[in-house]
């Protein structure tokens, strides 16, 4: 018995208050299960709960789903597949990259070079498009390159002026997900057709909805792999770099390995968020890589109280998430989640 | 101890290069359309205004009453989210009976897309045919206005967010809870402090530095909330229910008026940095203190 467990009357009352949360936490999600299993008399006719003893259940509303009559939901349920995956996988290890060299590495940027590079994207962009005449992307580019060389160039030479830390970066990086997504998914639709005059076609392809999600899912994971890494005990690092170990060979080599907990967790948060994501892949899909929610949800206003067709497709929307969640409880069992960072 | 090596350019340069592409765009448009009058529909030059837009938005009684109506369902849901979740990472971390099944169930709503659980939501809370309306007509309610009457509809958005992301802050406590050491708990029993006093003296402080991450993230997010009031009630009855970015929606993709709606959503920028600033202000003492 260790001092972990609970004693007495406590130990009840936590499993009561457990159970309850269980209760409301399982309701909606066997409620939808059943639903897509009862027929249109069964749902007008008030509420039911069990299969075969209060209501017959029937395969309608799945046959009517698998058989394409809903829309497309193979093609669907393979876009939201891979681009799901492959954005949280890119998310994941260029986050995480950039996390540890945030907790490990020194940093200094002056604020001037950052206020160089805003002001010449702006300027840039600005003049490109009203007094060069040229379209947005093409001044959008220039500005882009223009800003980016004279701020590394910028960086070479002494500046005055404050000195930005690790902390301010990071913090930089978080603050990009407090815009509010929705001028964000407009913008980058405008900046996706542009891009597609150009003849790189973005809008409604894979590398376009990747791109975006990979962007948008980087705050999250530097921020959550930073306060991973940060707990990682430095010695063994230390004891490495005395024998010389290369850098890049701990970070792969060592810290890796050890924060596989935080990695996988991670990676699980971001593809929950870009599994969901529903803004961003209605302005920047149409047709052939359009995601699962927005499929879901248009069966909403297409089909008013159809509620078991709604729900069946909802459940093609849920249940991924939740094997996820089953192959990730079996990791925890284990024990990858849970010994591995003491 | 941070250390110095040139390789810390390989490490970074590909997530700065990613996050500034994708989100310097984005921000120049938006800013300079927010000084212009700049309609879609129908189409007219796009005109310099100065600061028109957001005197015209400040001016605006709905954009106050959509402001306080996100900020009561983000305030509200993420106080109850914490406490929740709090309680049951505490009761997880615990060993309480059924642990390993309660520790994955418990993170399944997470995982839901918004969009479903929001028409989930809708069957459950039908008036007629709903089986909350059955159990509230047990206890001689019946008919209940759930989506269609402001006080109901605000509760009913409110429960579907803390149905939703209570996990996420679950998680997120119970990461950090299994950190503490033992030792710490081993001293306090042995100098007789009970249950209470050893969360108030031991775990609150040392959990402080995670839970202020994890409500600032959730305060953040629920700021942004759209698709679940889109679909519940969509920001019916009236704009009772209408949160920031769905009048963000109404006004940039219904009316195309993308010059207001840049400015609206740089006002919604700033309205949470200062409350994220506000926030970490307030909590800055207390996180040195504990130190």
């Given at each position: 018995?260790?001092?972990?467990?609970?004693?007495g009357?406590?130990?009840?009352?936590?499993?009561?208050?457990?159970?309850?949360?269980?209760?409301?936490?399982?309701?909606?999600?066997?409620?939808?299960a059943i639903?897509?299993?009862?027929?249109?008399?069964?749902?007008?006719?008030?509420?039911?709960?069990?299969?075969?003893?209060?209501?017959?259940?029937?395969?309608?509303?799945?046959s009517?789903?698998?058989?394409g009559?809903?829309?497309?939901f193979?093609?669907?349920?393979?876009?939201s597949?891979?681009v799901?995956?492959s954005a949280?996988?890119?998310?994941t290890?260029?986050?995480?990259?950039?996390?540890?060299?945030?907790v490990?590495?020194?940093?200094?940027?002056?604020?001037?070079?950052?206020?160089?590079?805003?002001?010449?994207a702006?300027?840039?962009?600005l003049?490109g498009?009203?007094?060069?005449?040229?379209?947005?992307?093409?001044s959008?580019?220039?500005?882009?390159?223009?800003a980016?060389a004279?701020?590394?160039?910028?960086s070479?030479?002494?500046?005055?002026g404050?000195?930005?830390?690790?902390?301010d970066?990071?913090?930089?990086?978080?603050?990009?997900?407090?815009?509010?997504?929705?001028?964000?998914a407009?913008?980058?639709?405008?900046?996706?057709?542009?891009?597609?005059?150009?003849g790189?076609k973005l809008?409604?392809?894979?590398?376009?909805l990747?791109f975006?999600?990979?962007?948008?899912?980087?705050?999250?994971?530097i921020?959550l792999?930073?306060?991973?890494?940060?707990?990682?005990?430095?010695?063994?690092e230390?004891?490495?770099?005395?024998?010389?170990?290369?850098?890049?060979?701990?970070f792969?080599?060592?810290?890796v390995?050890?924060?596989?907990?935080?990695?996988?967790?991670?990676?699980?948060?971001?593809?929950?968020?870009?599994?969901?994501?529903?803004?961003?892949?209605?302005?920047?899909t149409?047709?052939?890589?359009?995601?699962?929610?927005?499929?879901?949800?248009?069966?909403?206003?297409?089909r008013?109280?159809?509620?078991?067709?709604?729900?069946?497709?909802?459940?093609?929307?849920?249940?991924p998430?939740?094997i996820?969640?089953?192959?990730?409880?079996?990791?925890?069992?284990?024990?990858?989640?849970?010994?591995a960072?003491k | 101890?941070?250390?110095?090596?040139?390789?810390?350019h390989f490490?970074?340069?590909?997530?700065l290069?990613?996050?500034l592409?994708?989100?310097?765009?984005?921000?120049?448009?938006?800013?300079?359309?927010?000084?212009?009058?700049?309609?879609?529909?129908p189409?007219?030059?796009p005109?310099?205004?100065?600061?028109?837009?957001?005197?015209?938005?400040?001016?605006n009684?709905?954009?106050?009453h959509?402001?306080?109506?996100?900020?009561i369902i983000?305030?509200i849901s993420?106080?109850?989210?914490?406490?929740?979740g709090?309680?049951?990472?505490?009761?997880?971390?615990?060993?309480?009976?059924?642990?390993?099944?309660?520790?994955?169930?418990?993170?399944?709503?997470?995982?839901v897309?918004?969009?479903?659980v929001?028409?989930?939501?809708?069957?459950?809370?039908?008036?007629?045919?709903?089986p909350?309306?059955?159990?509230?007509?047990?206890?001689?309610?019946?008919?209940?206005?759930?989506?269609?009457?402001?006080?109901?509809?605000i509760?009913?958005?409110?429960?579907?967010?803390v149905?939703?992301?209570?996990p996420f802050?679950?998680?997120?406590?119970?990461?950090g809870?299994?950190?503490?050491p033992?030792?710490?708990?081993?001293a306090?029993?042995?100098?007789?402090?009970n249950?209470?006093?050893?969360?108030?003296?031991?775990t609150?402080p040392?959990?402080?530095?995670?839970?202020?991450?994890?409500?600032?993230?959730r305060?953040?997010?629920?700021?942004?909330?759209?698709?679940?009031?889109?679909?519940m009630?969509?920001g019916?009855p009236?704009?009772?229910?209408?949160?920031?970015?769905?009048f963000?929606?109404?006004?940039?993709?219904?009316?195309?008026?993308?010059?207001?709606?840049s400015?609206?959503?740089?006002?919604?920028?700033?309205?949470?940095?200062v409350?994220?600033?506000?926030y970490?202000?307030?909590l800055?003492?207390?996180?040195e203190?504990?130190?």
């Amino acid at each position: 018995m260790s001092v972990r467990d609970l004693k007495g009357n406590g130990r009840w009352w936590a499993l009561a208050g457990c159970l309850l949360w269980l209760a409301f936490t399982f309701f909606p999600l066997y409620w939808v299960a059943i639903t897509s299993f009862k027929s249109p008399l069964g749902v007008v006719g008030g509420p039911t709960y069990l299969p075969f003893v209060d209501f017959e259940p029937t395969l309608t509303a799945w046959s009517e789903l698998l058989s394409g009559q809903r829309g497309q939901f193979y093609n669907t349920f393979m876009a939201s597949t891979i681009v799901g995956l492959s954005a949280s996988v890119i998310a994941t290890a260029v986050g995480s990259m950039a996390a540890y060299a945030l907790v490990r590495f020194t940093f200094e940027v002056k604020l001037l070079t950052g206020v160089i590079f805003v002001v010449v994207a702006f300027g840039g962009y600005l003049l490109g498009r009203h007094v060069a005449g040229f379209g947005q992307a093409t001044s959008l580019i220039y500005a882009f390159v223009a800003a980016l060389a004279l701020a590394i160039g910028s960086s070479r030479i002494r500046l005055p002026g404050p000195i930005l830390g690790n902390d301010d970066i990071v913090f930089w990086f978080v603050s990009q997900r407090m815009f509010p997504p929705i001028v964000a998914a407009f913008a980058l639709f405008l900046m996706y057709t542009e891009m597609g005059k150009l003849g790189f076609k973005l809008v409604d392809t894979y590398t376009g909805l990747t791109f975006a999600y990979v962007a948008f899912s980087l705050p999250i994971v530097i921020w959550l792999m930073r306060d991973f890494f940060a707990a990682l005990p430095i010695e063994v690092e230390e004891a490495a770099m005395v024998d010389n170990v290369p850098s890049w060979r701990i970070f792969f080599g060592i810290v890796v390995p050890m924060s596989k907990p935080g990695l996988i967790a991670t990676f699980m948060i971001t593809l929950a968020f870009v599994w969901n994501e529903f803004l961003f892949a209605l302005f920047l899909t149409n047709s052939r890589w359009q995601t699962l929610p927005i499929l879901v949800a248009g069966q909403n206003s297409q089909r008013g109280d159809e509620w078991w067709s709604i729900s069946a497709a909802a459940l093609v929307a849920i249940i991924p998430m939740v094997i996820m969640a089953g192959i990730l409880s079996r990791l925890m069992r284990s024990g990858l989640l849970l010994g591995a960072i003491k | 101890m941070t250390r110095n090596d040139p390789i810390k350019h390989f490490f970074i340069w590909p997530a700065l290069l990613i996050v500034l592409v994708i989100s310097i765009f984005p921000l120049i448009y938006s800013l300079t359309t927010s000084f212009m009058s700049l309609r879609l529909v129908p189409p007219i030059p796009p005109r310099f205004v100065g600061f028109g837009n957001y005197a015209e938005l400040l001016q605006n009684p709905r954009f106050w009453h959509v402001a306080w109506t996100t900020t009561i369902i983000a305030f509200i849901s993420v106080a109850l989210q914490y406490v929740i979740g709090f309680s049951v990472a505490l009761a997880l971390n615990r060993n309480v009976p059924g642990e390993g099944l309660f520790r994955v169930s418990f993170l399944l709503p997470m995982l839901v897309a918004p969009v479903a659980v929001a028409l989930i939501a809708r069957q459950i809370l039908n008036p007629t045919m709903g089986p909350l309306n059955e159990l509230m007509t047990i206890f001689g309610f019946p008919n209940l206005p759930f989506l269609t009457q402001t006080r109901w509809a605000i509760g009913a958005i409110i429960s579907v967010e803390v149905w939703q992301w209570t996990p996420f802050v679950m998680l997120m406590l119970l990461a950090g809870l299994q950190t503490l050491p033992d030792d710490v708990y081993e001293a306090a029993a042995l100098e007789n402090a009970n249950s209470w006093q050893q969360f108030w003296g031991i775990t609150f402080p040392m959990m402080l530095p995670i839970s202020v991450a994890v409500v600032f993230i959730r305060l953040i997010e629920s700021y942004k909330i759209i698709d679940t009031v889109f679909v519940m009630t969509g920001g019916g009855p009236g704009i009772s229910t209408e949160t920031l970015t769905l009048f963000a929606y109404q006004e940039g993709f219904k009316k195309f008026n993308l010059g207001y709606t840049s400015a609206l959503s740089f006002l919604f920028l700033i309205v949470i940095t200062v409350i994220g600033l506000v926030y970490l202000a307030i909590l800055k003492p207390y996180l040195e203190k504990h130190k």
